[in-house]
């Protein structure tokens, strides 16, 4: 399906904030698509924490597939709330209503509406500074790889591989909605932004989509950009669950149960037994635009997957979920050994020697975790944002309405350093400090050559009990 002119506008460039939130503009093409779900009101099922979501599993090429929500929206904050302690009581008060409306109205699942809320350091060093220095998680390893006390949450910084245009955020919130329908996520987030009128300021909307296709259909991402007419669009696999015509959700990929917890591997943090933000976990989240002409057209389907996984890896033509067992995980040796016969290193295999836990544990939570189990639980989506659906500062964050190939990266790691290890592995710079000698943006180093990076920030998502205004009930 073709859109018109007048619909291949993403969305904001000049639109007023009360309308990006509520309307549409290229995503209207979503709520012509088949919607699944329903979504019974329910409250949410067991469980300390905001980031985790019970996920279908399908089997796909005979590997385990996660299916993650379909569609999802980031909407950041600055927060307009007085610096005391009665003011916040009443924010507090008030962003906890509305979540628990919401909750009342779709369940916390994907076929409901399933939110996180997730804070910026501008909002712990602005309204609860000292509380912060008490509370906020030490992340031990890093501490002692520093040689000084490092938090759980620390700044976003710029990887090897960056523009030198990207911009590094200062958001004081960010409200992550997914939900296997469009019109859940749409019509939740603008009601729980108008019911906290005047106590969140939004600075950007971020749209997106993942997936649909395991059933055989045609996936959002291929629908979307031939609708938007994206260069390469017509070379993406038609049942590819993002762009880049790869499962990037299988189940051995992704961190299991509590394992992305601040307090869940032994001795990572301080926060077992019993921290303040036990439960929570870190959270990155920045956009990538995606060459997808570049993908295709430069790259045959062999490279493609020896790009993507490793470079020794070989499948069937057209293969798209490629089993990466817990064997499969590449350590640092393997990742050298890639580099020095191959010149080049995959995205999965150069990450693995950070994401996947090179010893077996039992972690905090009683459950043994084998050596090659994966760390980080992803929750990154496909977007046509350029770069975002909506910002405040348009200028700043170089917003146009011409729809783009992009990524919405959200990942949940137990600690930012612990994210920006993974993402320095995507670079080559090991976790033993080895910086191989492969140009970070070059065709060598994993899929990097096509992509952009614009913006990242770290931030802190609190266990469900402290979700709302962490920390300013002890003020
Ligand atoms: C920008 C576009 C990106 C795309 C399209 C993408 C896609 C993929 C795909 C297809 C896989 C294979 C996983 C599977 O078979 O289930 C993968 C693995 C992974 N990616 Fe990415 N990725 C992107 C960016 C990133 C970034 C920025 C990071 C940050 C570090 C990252 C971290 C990971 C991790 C941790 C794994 C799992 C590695 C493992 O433990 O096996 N990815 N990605």
Redesign the pocket.
């Given at each position: 399906m073709k859109l018109t002119r007048r619909q291949l506008v993403v969305g904001g460039a000049g639109t007023a904030l009360g309308a990006a939130l509520g309307g549409a503009g290229i995503y209207e093409l979503l709520d012509r698509l088949a919607d699944e779900g329903g979504g019974l009101p329910r409250r949410r099922a067991g469980g300390a924490e905001q980031h985790v979501v019970t996920l279908d599993k399908v089997v796909d090429n005979g590997v385990e597939v996660l299916v993650p929500p379909l569609h999802n929206e980031v909407v950041t904050a600055t927060v307009r709330v007085e610096e005391t302690r009665v003011a916040l009581r009443e924010a507090r008060e008030a962003l906890e209503a509305a979540l628990r409306r919401l909750e009342g109205e779709y369940a916390p699942e994907p076929r409901g509406l399933h939110v996180t809320v997730a804070w910026g350091l501008p909002y712990f060093s602005r309204y609860v500074p000292s509380l912060a220095d008490q509370h906020l998680p030490v992340d031990l390893r890093a501490s002692e790889a520093r040689g000084r006390s490092t938090r759980a949450l620390i700044d976003a910084i710029r990887f090897p591989s960056d523009p030198d245009d990207l911009v590094l955020e200062e958001n004081e919130v960010a409200v992550f909605f997914r939900s296997d329908n469009s019109e859940h996520v749409r019509a939740g987030s603008k009601a729980l932004f108008a019911s906290l009128e005047g106590l969140f300021e939004p600075t950007s909307i971020r749209r997106g989509f993942i997936g649909g296709g395991f059933g055989g259909e045609q996936s959002l991402p291929k629908k979307m950009a031939l609708a938007a007419g994206i260069p390469g669009a017509e070379l993406i696999p038609d049942t590819a669950e993002?762009f880049?015509g790869?499962?990037?959700?299988?189940k051995n990929?992704m961190g299991p149960g509590r394992i992305a917890n601040h307090e869940t591997i032994p001795g990572l943090t301080d926060q077992h037994p019993d921290g303040y933000f036990r439960g929570g976990t870190a959270m990155h989240l920045?956009h990538?635009f995606?060459d997808l002409e570049a993908w295709f057209l430069n790259f045959d389907f062999s490279e493609r997957v020896t790009t993507?996984i490793r470079p020794e890896t070989r499948v069937a033509q057209g293969t798209q979920?490629?089993a990466?067992t817990e064997e499969d995980?590449a350590d640092v040796e393997a990742v050298k050994r890639d580099a020095r016969r191959h010149g080049a290193f995959g995205?999965?295999a150069s990450?693995?020697p950070a994401?996947?836990l090179q010893e077996a544990i039992v972690g905090t939570d009683e459950t043994p975790y084998p050596k090659g189990t994966?760390i980080?639980q992803?929750a990154?989506f496909d977007t046509l944002d350029n770069p975002f659906f909506w910002s405040s500062r348009p200028d700043v964050d170089r917003l146009s309405n011409e729809p783009a190939a992009g990524?919405h990266?959200v990942?949940f790691n137990p600690t930012s350093d612990d994210f920006h290890r993974?993402?320095l592995a995507?670079d080559g710079v090991l976790p033993d400090g080895t910086k191989l000698p492969i140009d970070p943006r070059g065709r060598g180093a994993g899929f990097n050559a096509v992509?952009n990076a614009t913006h990242r920030q770290n931030y802190l998502v609190p266990p469900l009990r402290h979700r709302s205004f962490p920390l300013s009930e002890l003020l």
């Amino acid at each position: 399906m073709k859109l018109t002119r007048r619909q291949l506008v993403v969305g904001g460039a000049g639109t007023a904030l009360g309308a990006a939130l509520g309307g549409a503009g290229i995503y209207e093409l979503l709520d012509r698509l088949a919607d699944e779900g329903g979504g019974l009101p329910r409250r949410r099922a067991g469980g300390a924490e905001q980031h985790v979501v019970t996920l279908d599993k399908v089997v796909d090429n005979g590997v385990e597939v996660l299916v993650p929500p379909l569609h999802n929206e980031v909407v950041t904050a600055t927060v307009r709330v007085e610096e005391t302690r009665v003011a916040l009581r009443e924010a507090r008060e008030a962003l906890e209503a509305a979540l628990r409306r919401l909750e009342g109205e779709y369940a916390p699942e994907p076929r409901g509406l399933h939110v996180t809320v997730a804070w910026g350091l501008p909002y712990f060093s602005r309204y609860v500074p000292s509380l912060a220095d008490q509370h906020l998680p030490v992340d031990l390893r890093a501490s002692e790889a520093r040689g000084r006390s490092t938090r759980a949450l620390i700044d976003a910084i710029r990887f090897p591989s960056d523009p030198d245009d990207l911009v590094l955020e200062e958001n004081e919130v960010a409200v992550f909605f997914r939900s296997d329908n469009s019109e859940h996520v749409r019509a939740g987030s603008k009601a729980l932004f108008a019911s906290l009128e005047g106590l969140f300021e939004p600075t950007s909307i971020r749209r997106g989509f993942i997936g649909g296709g395991f059933g055989g259909e045609q996936s959002l991402p291929k629908k979307m950009a031939l609708a938007a007419g994206i260069p390469g669009a017509e070379l993406i696999p038609d049942t590819a669950e993002l762009f880049l015509g790869f499962t990037s959700s299988q189940k051995n990929t992704m961190g299991p149960g509590r394992i992305a917890n601040h307090e869940t591997i032994p001795g990572l943090t301080d926060q077992h037994p019993d921290g303040y933000f036990r439960g929570g976990t870190a959270m990155h989240l920045s956009h990538i635009f995606e060459d997808l002409e570049a993908w295709f057209l430069n790259f045959d389907f062999s490279e493609r997957v020896t790009t993507m996984i490793r470079p020794e890896t070989r499948v069937a033509q057209g293969t798209q979920t490629i089993a990466q067992t817990e064997e499969d995980a590449a350590d640092v040796e393997a990742v050298k050994r890639d580099a020095r016969r191959h010149g080049a290193f995959g995205h999965s295999a150069s990450i693995q020697p950070a994401s996947r836990l090179q010893e077996a544990i039992v972690g905090t939570d009683e459950t043994p975790y084998p050596k090659g189990t994966a760390i980080p639980q992803r929750a990154d989506f496909d977007t046509l944002d350029n770069p975002f659906f909506w910002s405040s500062r348009p200028d700043v964050d170089r917003l146009s309405n011409e729809p783009a190939a992009g990524v919405h990266f959200v990942v949940f790691n137990p600690t930012s350093d612990d994210f920006h290890r993974n993402r320095l592995a995507m670079d080559g710079v090991l976790p033993d400090g080895t910086k191989l000698p492969i140009d970070p943006r070059g065709r060598g180093a994993g899929f990097n050559a096509v992509l952009n990076a614009t913006h990242r920030q770290n931030y802190l998502v609190p266990p469900l009990r402290h979700r709302s205004f962490p920390l300013s009930e002890l003020l």
